[in-house]
């Protein structure tokens, strides 16, 4: 009997050893890959002036690079054959993946020739689908901008959209895998046999997150924001050019040079915005449809958990609808002191080299200062009311996750709940609060760039009606002859 007891004692103590070694070469291979990728980072990091310096790109000393000494002493044909030699440098940018993690930002061989096309007239371009000054409301305006902007870029723009509704998943999978990550820790403790669905599990999670962190990459490469950026401001230039000597005053260079560099980027972050709220509701959604099967067994704490969501987005949409008229008027008044501040500075500038007056280098700066100054505070006033309305929306979602957790914590203690379906229902709460952060910062998104968006209609409209006076006038001198 001792004989059987010793055989089964030192085969149990084997299998123990042969379990020991397996879970040890788990554990030696995750470090391996983290020292692996750490290895990796540091060799994507080092320094690439070499690469530069062989292909021909190093950057010449700032002093050439100044546009305006450029522009004011050079004629038209040497300004020309400035910019082609930064053409012909863009020729080496490299935008591919591996290139730019691997700290490559330059390619050695010349990529395809950098084209700008001429443009379409303003008129044809613009048609009857592109917002207007006197649209009814920022709503009409803003869904007439995103139609009119999608149906120029539908390609990409359905790539951006699918590759959105695919981040906006992510949370609700990772949920899900973390849930069945515990259920997994529960069913092996205390067992002294491997279970590999742990690392199963494990290793989804790290891939939902870096499939997530692609396609954000994937993302940035296909959405029409830069190409529109650089098409708007190429129209508007025209717009700039158009004005009559007369009308100049009207459209002072400082209030075009803050419509070029800073209107158009806000709108075309307007919208961009469009793809946010696509990536918004599938977040959502995917959030609801994951609550409902982690709830499916317990109906109380399903009807909590689907009424304390419904809570939310509805103080969410009430804080938005409340906050939205004193914003869009703070951020009008913003937007119009920066035009005021950049256009007393450009024209204290301008007279200089035109009149040879120069300001009084006392007096000047004072009203510059003063003028800048508003809109500084014009600036912290809009800022600080942002931050407040998503702070808002923060907090009613942090009430709300200590209340569920109290919920469904006691629901684990008394046996009514699994502690996998807590931390799945905690970390759907935690992805829920960062949604209506991102819904509050998507209003003051669209409402400042709506703010902007009026400043380049009012240029469009300019021109447009311009054209129709000089038509009208042709058409009045051909009668009469």
């Known amino acids: 009997m001792s004989a059987n007891h010793t055989e089964a004692s030192a085969a149990s103590q084997e299998a123990h050893i042969s379990r020991d070694w397996?879970?040890?070469w788990v554990?030696?291979?995750?470090?391996?890959?983290?020292?692996?990728?750490?290895?990796?980072?540091?060799?994507?990091?080092?320094?690439?002036?070499?690469?530069?310096?062989?292909?021909?790109?190093?950057?010449?000393?700032?002093?050439?690079?100044?546009?305006?000494?450029?522009?004011?002493?050079?004629?038209?044909?040497?300004?020309?054959?400035?910019?082609?030699?930064?053409?012909?440098t863009e020729r080496h940018m490299a935008m591919d993946w591996w290139s730019l993690y691997t700290n490559r930002p330059w390619l050695a061989e010349e990529g395809p020739t950098v084209d700008v096309p001429f443009l379409s007239s303003n008129a044809e371009w613009l048609g009857d689908s592109f917002p207007s000054p006197d649209d009814a409301?920022?709503?009409?305006?803003?869904?007439?901008?995103?139609?009119?902007?999608?149906?120029?870029?539908?390609?990409?723009?359905?790539?951006?959209?699918?590759?959105?509704?695919?981040?906006?998943?992510?949370?609700?999978?990772?949920?899900?895998?973390?849930?069945?990550?515990?259920?997994?820790?529960?069913?092996?403790?205390?067992?002294?046999?491997?279970?590999?669905?742990?690392?199963?599990?494990?290793?989804?999670?790290?891939?939902?997150?870096?499939?997530?962190?692609?396609a954000n990459f994937m993302y940035w490469t296909v959405v029409p924001g830069s190409g529109i950026r650089q098409e708007l401001r190429q129209r508007l230039q025209h717009v700039?050019?158009?004005?009559?000597?007369?009308?100049?005053?009207?459209?002072?260079?400082?209030?075009?040079a803050t419509i070029l560099n800073v209107d158009v980027p806000n709108t075309v972050k307007c919208w961009t915005a469009l793809f946010e709220l696509i990536q918004l509701c599938a977040s959502s959604l995917a959030l609801l449809a994951v609550t409902i099967k982690q709830t499916c067994n317990d109906p109380q704490t399903m009807v909590i958990c689907l009424s304390t969501f419904a809570i939310l987005y509805a103080s969410t949409v009430v804080n938005i609808v409340m906050r939205r008229p004193n914003l869009l008027d703070l951020a009008i008044r913003k937007r119009d002191w920066r035009h005021t501040a950049t256009s007393i500075a450009c024209l204290q500038i301008e007279k200089i080299p035109t009149t040879g007056q120069r300001c009084d280098p006392n007096l000047g700066p004072k009203i510059y200062g003063e003028a800048a100054e508003v809109y500084r505070r014009r600036g912290n006033h809009f800022k600080f009311t942002q931050v407040i309305s998503a702070l808002t929306a923060s907090e009613m979602s942090l009430v709300a996750k200590f209340a569920l957790m109290?919920?469904?914590?006691r629901q684990a203690i008394l046996g009514n709940a699994q502690v996998a379906q807590v931390v799945a229902l905690i970390s759907i709460l935690e992805s829920l609060r960062k949604s209506l952060r991102v819904a509050a910062d998507?209003?003051?998104?669209?409402?400042?760039?709506?703010?902007?968006?009026l400043s380049i209609l009012s240029a469009f409209k300019h021109q447009l009606e311009a054209n129709i006076e000089l038509c009208s006038s042709g058409e009045?001198?051909?009668d009469r002859s």
């Open 27 to 88: 554990e030696l291979g995750s470090v391996l890959l983290v020292s692996l990728m750490c290895f990796l980072m540091s060799w994507a990091c080092r320094n690439t002036g070499a690469s530069r310096r062989s292909a021909g790109l190093e950057r010449a000393s700032s002093s050439a690079f100044v546009m305006d000494e450029v522009c004011s002493e050079a004629s038209a044909d040497d300004i020309k054959t400035f910019v082609e030699g930064g053409l012909l």
């Open 137 to 214: 409301s920022i709503a009409c305006s803003v869904g007439r901008l995103w139609s009119f902007l999608w149906s120029k870029n539908r390609s990409n723009s359905v790539r951006a959209a699918c590759l959105k509704a695919f981040r906006g998943l992510c949370p609700a999978a990772a949920a899900e895998v973390l849930s069945l990550f515990i259920s997994g820790l529960n069913d092996a403790a205390g067992s002294q046999d491997t279970t590999w669905s742990v690392q199963v599990w494990a290793l989804v999670y790290m891939l939902i997150y870096m499939a997530d962190d692609r």
């Open 442 to 453: 998507l209003q003051l998104t669209v409402i400042e760039g709506y703010a902007s968006l």
């Open 406 to 409: 109290m919920i469904v914590g």
């Open 476 to 478: 009045s001198s051909s």
């Open 240 to 256: 700039f050019l158009s004005v009559e000597e007369a009308e100049q005053p009207t459209w002072p260079i400082g209030r075009c």
């Open 22 to 24: 397996s879970v040890m």
